[in-house]
Each structure stands twice: as C-alpha cells, then as structure tokens.
C-alpha cells in the first residue's frame, strides 16, 4: 500500500521510512492504549528525562530495539502517552535544541 518495503522487519516491529516520517507497527502494541506516535530525539535517554522532570510518569523504560533503535514511552499529565525514539536510521534537522522537530525525523 505504501509504495516502499520496510526499512526494519523483525517478528517484534516493522518500520517503515514513509516520507521521512516513521510508520511502526508493534504487534505487542496494547489495543486499549490506541496508536502511540514517537517522536525522532537525539538522545531518548536524556529526552524521557526531560519528560519526566516535566511530570510525565515513565510507562516504558528506555530500550534497543535492534538495528540501534532506542524508544521509550512515558504518560504525559494529560494521560497521553508519548513515544520517544532514537533512531540512526533517520536524519535528525538541526534546530540548536538537541531534539528533532517531529515524528521520525
């Protein structure tokens, strides 16, 4: 449907370069939760960190996934949750603030 094969494709996730924007699919993903979009940091540690000082509750902790992707999940005060992620295989703009400016990006 999308046009392009999965850059990543594991029996635990599948991504996806869509456009330069991640396209994921988890098939342990919670149904209850609904989708979870990440977004693209440069360091998921020190970015779950600055969640959380902020008053986000960590859901998952920090975690490779394989082919040097980290994510994490935490629950923002609202009761979203946020997936960030850490990915080599994508390019990060620079924007000065050390994060990225989107999902997968």
Same mark, same amino acid.
């Given at each position: 449907?999308?046009?392009? &094969?999965?850059? *990543?494709?594991?029996?635990?996730?599948?991504? *996806?370069?869509? +456009?330069?924007?991640?396209?994921?699919?988890?098939?342990?993903?919670?149904?209850?939760?609904?989708?979870?979009?990440?977004?693209?940091? %440069?360091?998921?540690?020190?970015? =779950?960190?600055?969640?959380?000082?902020?008053?986000?509750?960590? %859901?998952?902790?920090?975690?490779?996934?394989?082919? +040097?992707? %980290?994510?994490?999940?935490?629950?923002?005060?609202? &009761?979203?949750?946020?997936?960030?992620?850490?990915?080599?295989?994508? =390019?990060?703009?620079?924007?000065?603030?050390?994060? &990225?400016?989107?999902?997968?990006?």
């Amino acid at each position: 449907m999308l046009g392009v &094969g999965p850059y *990543f494709d594991e029996p635990f996730y599948v991504g *996806f370069n869509v +456009g330069g924007y991640e396209l994921g699919l988890d098939p342990n993903a919670d149904p209850a939760v609904g989708p979870v979009s990440y977004w693209g940091v %440069r360091d998921v540690d020190v970015a =779950v960190g600055r969640f959380v000082a902020a008053g986000a509750v960590l %859901r998952e902790e920090v975690q490779e996934v394989g082919g +040097g992707i %980290r994510v994490g999940t935490v629950v923002e005060p609202s &009761g979203a949750v946020v997936g960030l992620i850490e990915n080599p295989h994508f =390019v990060l703009p620079e924007d000065g603030s050390g994060e &990225g400016g989107g999902p997968g990006r």
